[in-house]
């Protein structure tokens, strides 16, 4: 149970030369790796930071860079790819060894600069957005392809970048909680309770029970109605109409029941920084458990059917396979990595959330196929709906905090979101924020969504993109 | 799949939508300019068997070369700026802008400015206004519906 103990925030300083070696030590140490980011320095410098983890402890590596240079640590930590190609767009920082440094967010560049040369008998590229044929949000997607085969996919992000970090400096740390809501609606309560969370953290406050679990019960109403939204979409991948609309429809419940709740349909403006002011006598709690049992015992009806559908389970096993192995390397987190066989939720690690009894689980098989990502969402959804049981069984009360370790100038929140490990980090100045940086789970998961398409026919990738279902706002920012 | 199809039946007769009025139809694109996906889950709830907006002949479609209407969400990013300009220059005229939600109407914006490409009704003539954030998918419907309506009243 040491993990669900409060977990002290560790801050490493380091000199620029001392980067690498300090980076590669903690994850040797089986620190696992969650995130690296640049913030601006006074004039010259640009600052980085790293994260790292372990069942004890987070850590933050921070480094005052006035050469705006450092060594890479992309071929120890592959899973930091995307971090450093962001900082090197962002802050113009030169990590040394990451070659050939493709753009990410710099769409200034020719096409030759940010994909990656396929070369043989005919190869071609097949170039998809940022405009998609559905309602789906703006991306760029370029396959290099040989008949349908899929050799390789680059993904070009950030078409919705709107600068929310950058926007919400300077701000006070209670405002700022606006940006952390607006980067997704899907992720809403997750990213707000990170961002709460870390400024909990800085400001040495730790959350009573009445705002744990009030906190536990959005997030999980949030996993809740993604879910089912999922497994709805992932019908729709194959065309299977009559489980895209009954996994709709109750999606559609689960949101009229989230405006019940919580007066909104996505949860927004649900969280503030250190208070709750939600409460939900014993008739409100009483009513929402009865819904919630309804809905479980529909989704567990309709998820039967689902079993027998061949149309629909003919199309989903050994497709868009992500290996254990790959989703390890690449850092992959939530229901994916799960799938894949990796045994983590941030949810059992979690000591100013209310999960008492929480165990991650995965897939039987695990194959990190669409099929074992179909049925992790399945048995997620029932892990939600008896956490969800269990918190209803009394009357909600305000929350508030009490004062913990003591202040610093930097906190740290991490939560698990529909789709995976959020973390946020946030630099105060006092009461003002002075930076603030959110690794959602989908953009920890983009890379192996690329990973896992190659190989695959190039008709199958709806089906793969909505296993993973990620989010482009919430990686755009 | 015949539980699913009777489950489906049930919602549709507990639900029981207003039917019809018009005879008419208009085809839908979207295009998400810098939203926070907000807009878009309830803009495909709003075909959801709760609201149904194809039996109105309401249909979203794939290409803005088969679309009468441009649905618009999100910030105007200056990333999405060009590819939002492409999609309606596709589209064949008479056609309509449509800013669902807030962002697309300006209100309550957040973000850096140099990042944001100024307000819809600034890059394109916008001739529906969808309020919310996010619109809900009752109010998306009936503005959607309100649109056929006046068109079979001649207006």
């Known amino acids: ?477 | 799949m015949f539980v699913l199809l009777n489950q489906l039946r049930r919602v549709r007769r507990d639900i029981a939508a207003s039917p019809p009025v018009t005879r008419s139809s208009l085809a839908l694109r979207h295009v998400d300019a810098g939203s926070c996906n907000g807009c878009e889950h309830e803009l495909t709830a709003a075909a959801n068997p709760f609201y149904d907006l194809s039996q109105y002949g309401l249909s979203l479609v794939a290409s803005p070369r088969h679309a009468d209407v441009l649905l618009v969400t999100g910030a105007i990013t200056t990333r999405m700026h060009p590819a939002l300009l492409a999609a309606h220059g596709a589209m064949p005229e008479p056609r309509l802008v449509a800013a669902l939600g807030n962002c697309a109407l300006g209100r309550n914006l957040l973000g850096q400015p140099d990042q944001l490409a100024g307000v819809l009704e600034q890059i394109l003539p916008v001739d529906l206004r969808i309020p919310g954030c996010p619109p809900t998918p009752a109010a998306i419907a009936a503005a959607l519906i309100g649109v056929l309506e006046q068109r079979s009243r001649g207006g």
Not at chain 1, 124 to 130: F, K, L, M, S
Not at chain 1, 131 to 147: K, M, P, Y
Not at chain 1, 262 to 286: I, M, N
Not at chain 1, 424 to 445: D, F, K
Request: glycine fraction near 8%.
């Open chain 1, 1 to 477: 149970m040491s993990a669900r103990r409060a977990r002290p925030l560790i801050v490493t300083p380091v000199a620029a030369t001392s980067w690498r070696t300090a980076c590669v030590a903690a994850r040797g140490n089986g620190e696992r790796f969650e995130g690296l980011f640049a913030t601006a320095g006074d004039a010259e410098t640009v600052e980085l930071r790293a994260l790292f983890s372990s069942p004890a402890e987070t850590r933050l590596i921070v480094c005052e860079d006035r050469d705006r240079s450092v060594e890479t640590l992309v071929d120890a930590i592959p899973a930091a790819a995307w971090d450093e190609r962001e900082a090197h767009d962002l802050h113009g920082v030169r990590f040394v060894g990451h070659e050939p440094m493709r753009p990410l967010l710099d769409h200034n560049t020719p096409l030759a600069a940010w994909t990656v040369p396929t070369v043989g008998h005919d190869t071609h590229e097949v170039a998809v957005g940022p405009v998609h044929a559905g309602v789906i949000e703006s991306g760029h997607f370029r396959f290099h392809v040989v008949g349908e085969r899929v050799l390789h996919l680059d993904v070009r992000l950030f078409y919705k970048r709107r600068g929310l970090e950058a926007a919400a400096a300077g701000h006070p740390l209670e405002t700022s909680v606006a940006y952390a809501q607006r980067s997704c609606a899907a992720c809403a309560v997750t990213n707000s309770v990170a961002y709460a969370q870390a400024c909990e953290q800085a400001l040495g406050l730790a959350p009573d029970r009445e705002l744990s679990r009030s906190r536990t019960l959005l997030l999980e109403l949030e996993r809740v109605y993604n879910h089912l939204h999922d497994i709805s979409a992932i019908c729709a991948g194959v065309g299977f109409a009559a489980g895209t609309m009954a996994y709709a429809t109750m999606k559609e419940r689960a949101q009229r029941l989230n405006e019940r709740v919580a007066g909104h349909r996505f949860l927004f403006h649900t969280v503030r920084v250190a208070a709750s002011d939600q409460t939900l006598d014993a008739e409100a709690v009483a009513r929402a458990r009865g819904e919630l049992r309804e809905l479980r015992a529909e989704h567990a009806r309709a998820w039967r059917q689902l079993q027998f559908t061949a149309s629909l389970q003919a199309r989903l096993d050994g497709v868009g396979i992500l290996t254990r192995d790959d989703a390890s390397r690449l850092g992959a987190v939530g229901p994916v990595a799960r799938a894949a066989g990796i045994l983590r939720d941030l949810r059992s690690e979690s000591p100013h959330l209310w999960y008492p009894l929480f165990e991650p689980v995965t897939a039987p098989g695990a194959a990190g196929d669409v099929a074992s990502r179909t049925v992790q969402r399945a048995l997620e959804l029932d892990q939600s709906f008896m956490v969800l049981d269990q918190l209803l069984a009394a009357p909600l009360a305000p929350g508030r905090t009490q004062a913990t370790f003591g202040e610093a100038e930097f906190g740290v929140g991490r939560v698990e979101s529909p789709r995976g490990a959020t973390v946020c980090v946030i630099e105060r100045n006092g009461s003002r924020l002075r930076a603030m940086h959110l690794r959602t789970g989908s953009y920890a998961n983009w890379p192996a969504l690329a990973h896992a398409t190659a190989g695959n026919l190039l008709p199958e990738f709806p089906l793969i993109n909505k296993s993973f279902e990620l989010c482009y706002a919430c990686a755009d920012r």
